[in-house]
């Protein structure tokens, strides 16, 4: 049985901002780690077919474990489609012995002007069953905070 997570967020910027804020990668080690944890991209390549490599370190390993180690999550992205201004979709593979960790995950960030922001609707496909439901939503929730005060702040859409 396949499993999916969602969240949702309306932000003050038009979706080319944060279309750019998806395919930047400063803007992403920035804005994409949720609470708690800290981002660093190692390998990137924005196109179709390419991708990105990113570490993210708990910042407080008390808090649970990594999914890689005590304290990081490694995760290999794949873009899989970009449609400018409307869509990213991502395949998402973590670094995990635990198998409860292992598959393909989809990630698709769907953005929809409304008024003079963007409705930005994140759906996650395929959840390995062993990232807990409730966590995971709130991870998506506060990387879309992130997200939205990344696009929002003054001079955003001349930075990327």
Known sequence: MTRTDRGSRT?????????RALLDRESLEAWLPPDGMRGR??????????GFRMTLTHLDPTGGPGKTSD???VVDIEFT??????RVVQHAVFEAE???YTGTM???????AVGDGTE???????VPAGIDQAVHE???ASSLAHLASYVERPGAAGRM
């Open 81 to 86: 489609a970009l449609d400018p201004a409307k």
């Open 71 to 73: 304290v990081t999550d």
């Open 138 to 140: 709130a991870g998506i």
């Open 98 to 100: 635990d198998p409860s």
């Open 120 to 126: 930005v609707t994140v759906t996650a496909t395929d």
């Open 11 to 19: 932000m003050g910027a038009p979706p080319a901002v944060v279309y």
């Open 41 to 50: 991209i190692e390998r990137w390549d924005p196109r179709p077919g390419g």
């Open 106 to 112: 989809t990630m698709t960030w769907h953005l929809e």
